[in-house]
């Protein structure tokens, strides 16, 4: 069996993380909205662009327009855009992981292989924490897969590119759980904070509260 994580909300607390990044930037420039705000706004425009984007196109090409709009909506100077992006994305390799992350996907990895399927490019998922904690040739990214989340179409090369192995995933947004079990992927919904159910898709039959419980769950499959 191979475990695959989603990686900005199952494993990493991007909120909190996203939003340091943004602070700063907040300060440096003088602006008056808040990192949260900032982030989040900016974080709504990315999933709303891969909602319809397909590679060529890249993550960081969808977290530039994203970044546009932003700026474009709260009337702030984009002159500084491409560094200001560059400072987002530098950060990523410091946000930080949930609290119950690395102990939960060592226990994990204890009895199956562990990877990481996400909507990012490829070398953007080595920088990050989690990417520590799986195997290297795991990290399906949109790059690779030529796919963005939500469409079912990552998930299933995922599953095409680790077969004759099960794919199981562990998600925690609305979107990435619903994408999955639209594939037909087993999937552990892990629950976070800020993070619920899609109440008009599909529900998953597992759900955990902790990534400690996720290896008795995975044993039960």
């Not at 520590?132 to 690779?144: A, I």
């Not at 939500?150 to 925690?172: C, G, K, Q």
């Amino acid at each position: 069996m191979i475990v695959t994580f989603d990686l900005f909300s199952a494993l990493t607390d991007s909120r909190s993380g996203g939003s340091s990044a943004f602070a700063a930037l907040a300060a440096r420039r003088g602006w008056d909205p808040t990192g949260e705000a900032l982030y989040d706004r900016w974080d709504g425009h990315n999933k709303a662009l891969q909602r319809t984007a397909r590679p060529p196109v890249t993550f960081s090409d969808l977290s530039r327009q994203a970044l546009v709009r932003t700026y474009d909506e709260l009337g702030l100077d984009g002159g500084t855009l491409d560094a200001d992006l560059a400072t987002v994305q530098d950060s990523v390799a410091e946000w930080p992981l949930w609290p119950d992350v690395a102990d939960g996907v060592r226990a994990v990895a204890a009895e199956h292989r562990t990877g990481i399927l996400s909507n990012v490019d490829d070398a953007l998922a080595r920088t990050t924490r989690a990417a520590r904690l799986v195997e290297p040739e795991l990290l399906l990214t949109s790059q690779r897969l030529g796919a963005y989340k939500p469409s079912a179409d990552i998930y299933r090369r995922a599953a095409t590119t680790v077969a004759p192995e099960r794919l199981v995933h562990v998600a925690a947004s609305a979107r990435d759980v619903r994408g999955a079990l639209e594939a037909g992927i087993t999937t552990v919904r892990l629950a976070r904070r800020g993070h619920v159910i899609d109440t008009e898709g599909p529900q998953p039959s597992l759900e955990i509260e902790e990534a400690a419980d996720l290896p008795g769950v995975l044993r039960t499959l």
